[in-house]
């Protein structure tokens, strides 16, 4: 299970500390295991999907540090994915463009296009604040 992977993790370095063991605290709160993305439009141009919390949006591949010849991102634990992942395993043939950040902490719907041009008209409305998000 990826989100016990990412308790143990958080766990094991410090970060998640709620004064009991991780299996007390998916006991208590067994929600904290659910990593569900879900499609919740699509069309020609554009999807909207749910990104779970603590999830990536996406994955900066390829990026090197400075000096080194390895990518700045590695996996951390089993399970460990992001929404650009879980979007390119349903659709290969499309390169995913988001038009708009979601923290990796929030919970949220997170708009993508199916191409450039198309993601470069949302993000100009984000730019220019014509359109906005809302957190509840």
Known sequence: EPRLNYLTYLHGRGIFDTG???????????????????????DDRYMAIRKPFQTRHDTPRGWLKEG??????????????SAEEWLQERY???????CHQIDYATEGVLLAAKSKKDAGNVCK???????????L
């Open 20 to 42: 009991e063991s991780v299996t007390d605290y998916v006991v208590r709160q067994p929600f904290c295991l659910e990593q569900h993305f879900e499609e919740i439009f699509s």
């Open 68 to 81: 080194e010849d390895v990518p700045r991102y590695t996996v951390k634990f089993d399970g460990d994915t």
């Open 92 to 98: 290969p043939e499309l390169l995913i463009r988001f």
């Open 125 to 135: 409305l984000f730019n220019s604040r014509q359109n906005k998000k809302e957190y």
